[in-house]
């Protein structure tokens, strides 16, 4: 698709609603219980299935705490389980026991966390301390039995002093934030512990590891020595891979597409790269890669890649309906491991525009088949082919299209990818210039380097692509290319990023054909809608005739900008600004520049923040749309 915009939106003023029902088979999610340990005590740990209570003994809990702020009373009433479950009962009076005993480890552990290691914690159960309760207590039931949890927190420690040795001897303890003076959680530690054999494994050494961890509080001026050693054992390559729990995909194209089985050093980095390069093939519910507790006798790691198969086969169906494009139905259907390893073939199809008129030749209709092959000649090449056939009506134009395209992709390294392929485009289409018909081969040949921390959500880092498109027109014997570029940035702003600032630039500009109509219609350049400037409707934005027909034009250039406010851990609003301009000339003259703003709400999920963003034109055509609604999964760029 040429230009800078890709559909999402109402072309037109008015309200549109969208009704939608997918049905999609994919690997389950198998439901996990997660605990978190701190000094060997575990804290925040949760069952998924509910046991029916035998012998239920109600009770009643209160806690008193001294000496917190509002944010660690707010941590310790959180993890006060006796209390938040009061009107739950526990299983015997042992059971009411064993719940105030890890309450009593729960709460230590967040003073831990807190630096307080000279905090209290007391709970009586019936008037009697926890410690001094018979190993077989009896309570009175006649009412609910009392407990009462009272926690004195104490002063926060600071690091007194930090020593590192072994291994570790030669790092500086700031750089794991190990600052003398600096509060003395249990956190801090444990993650500068994790820190230390994380970057000594980052050196090639397998088999680094914590020897010491000594933590000693000194409650007389509140202050903790700390001294952590690490050995750091030798370093290594990468040795023998072994597939665990292939069935369907074959274990030597695992091995091969993991890239493990390479000749290279160890590295963390690798490891996990490799697991997450698997997982974005769709066939495995689950990847996990572990390394062997010592090394081979030639002084490899060796290493097993554990994998369990999700579900190959998926179909589904869509529909949805705009008081102005009329009703849509959409349909799909695909295969994630047609020969074994991991290709994947998807069939779908597309009607829109039912009931706008009475015209079933003014629907917009799409249909396609896609085949994509990993590991294609070599690990780092995929191979993408596809034929599709469409009927588009945007304002602009009417066009019926066929293209197939065949792309491969090398991966240069983690963040570089180069792309370069064929592509024949026959078109009909009927615009400003009148009826006309292409035949155009291509060669499409792309440069992209993607360093954003997050592809679907990202916070820092940025993402960059060049791409060319030569090109031959054999009705008319025209020869024209296409040449494209966007760079866009991220940067995140506090602790848990809850400001995103993000922009974008894009432009592109086709030379050669002596005539604009010697181009075909869809590799013109528009602008408008959900993927350019919002507000305006999709490729509304375009170069005019006397006719006041748009014509699409020769360059483009693109800018927006975002500020990404998180309001709650699933919710975000997002202000907007988008700018734009097409024209005729190779180089934009921006003598006619388009604006669009707006505001987007974002709720995050598991695939990705789903997107829905209301935007007005600044400058509206006239007769043109008056503003715009762009849903869609992911963030706009």
């Known amino acids: ?62 806690v008193d705490i001294t000496g917190a702020d509002d944010k660690l009373q707010e941590r310790l009433e959180t993890a006060t389980s006796l209390v938040a479950d009061k009107e739950l009962p526990v299983s ?6 064993v719940k105030a005993r890890e309450d ?9 966390e807190e630096a307080r290691y000279g905090g209290v914690v007391r709970i009586t159960i019936g008037g009697t301390e926890l410690d001094r309760l018979p190993p077989t207590p009896v309570f009175d039931h006649s009412a609910p039995v009392p407990v009462t949890v009272t926690i004195e927190t104490g002063p926060v420690f600071t690091l007194g002093s930090v020593t590192l040795k072994g291994d570790a001897a030669g790092l500086d303890p700031s750089e794991y934030k190990l600052d003398i003076g600096e509060p003395a959680g249990s956190v801090r530690i444990i993650q500068a512990g994790e820190r230390i054999v994380r970057d000594l494994k980052n050196g090639g050494r397998p088999l680094a590891k914590l020897s010491t961890r000594d933590v000693i509080a000194n409650h007389t001026n509140s202050t903790v020595a700390l001294t952590l050693a690490a ?34 050093r160890y590295s963390p980095d690798q490891l996990k790269k490799a697991s997450e390069r698997l997982r974005e093939l769709g066939v495995f519910s689950s990847v996990t890669v572990r390394e062997s507790e010592m090394l081979a006798p ?82 780092r090449i995929t191979l993408d082919a596809s ?144 993927g350019s400037v919002r507000g ?14 748009a014509t699409g034009g020769r360059s483009y250039a693109l800018a927006s900008f975002e500020a990404r406010v998180k309001v709650t851990e699933k919710i975000g609003l997002v202000p907007f600004f988008d700018v734009g301009t097409v024209t005729n000339e190779i180089v934009p003259d921006f003598s006619d520049i388009r604006m669009g703003a707006g505001i987007g709400l974002r709720y995050t999920t598991p695939f990705g923040p789903i997107r829905l963003d209301v935007a007005v034109p600044l400058d509206r055509y006239e007769g043109g749309s008056s503003y715009g609604i762009y849903a869609g999964i992911g963030q706009a760029f």
């Open 104 to 112: 009593r480890e729960r709460l230590v552990a967040v003073l831990y």
């Open 536 to 549: 305006y409707a999709y490729r509304e934005i375009s170069p005019y005739n006397a006719e006041n027909e």
């Open 298 to 379: 030639n002084g490899t790691l060796p290493l097993t890649i554990e994998i369990s198969e999700g579900k190959f086969r998926y179909y589904g169906f869509g529909a949805e309906y705009s008081s102005i494009d009329g009703a849509g139905v959409s349909g799909y259907w695909g295969h994630r491991n047609l020969f074994g390893e991991a290709e994947s073939l998807r069939v779908e199809g597309k009607v829109s525009g039912i009931g706008a008129t009475t015209d079933y030749t003014t629907f917009d209709y799409s249909a396609g088949i896609f085949f994509t092959k990993p590991g294609a000649i070599l690990p």
């Open 387 to 530: 034929l599709e056939a469409e009927r588009e009506t945007p304002d602009a134009y009417t066009a019926t299209s066929v293209t197939a395209r065949t792309i491969l992709s090398y991966e240069l390294n983690d963040t570089d990818t180069i792309k370069g392929g064929g592509e024949i485009a026959w078109v009909r289409a009927d615009d400003a210039f009148g009826k006309n018909t292409y035949l155009t081969f291509s060669t499409p040949l792309s440069f992209e380097r993607d360093a954003r921390d997050n592809k679907m959500e990202p916070t820092e880092g940025y993402r960059a692509t060049l791409s060319a498109q030569p090109s031959y027109e054999a009705y008319r014997g025209s020869i024209f290319s296409s040449f494209e570029g966007s760079a866009s940035g991220y940067l995140g702003f506090g602790d848990e990023n809850d400001l995103v600032l993000a922009a974008r630039v894009a432009a592109g500009t086709i030379v050669g054909a002596d005539q604009l109509q010697d181009i075909p219609t869809t590799r013109r350049f528009y602008a408008g809608g959900g």
């Open 92 to 97: 015997g009076d042992l059971g009411l026991v």
């Open 1 to 62: 698709m040429p230009g800078p915009e890709r559909p999402s939106a109402a072309r037109k003023t008015g309200v549109a609603a969208a009704l939608a029902a997918t049905l999609l088979t994919f690997p389950g999610l198998v439901p996990e219980a997660h605990a978190l340990k701190i000094f060997g005590i575990t804290l925040f740990e949760t069952e998924d299935e509910t046991a029916e209570v035998i012998d239920p003994v109600r009770y009643d809990a209160s």
């Open 231 to 264: 050995e750091s054992g030798p370093v290594a390559s990468l040795g023998e891979v072994t597939v665990k729990g292939a069935r369907a995909v074959n274990p030597d194209f695992i091995r091969r597409y993991s890239r493990l089985d390479e000749p290279q």
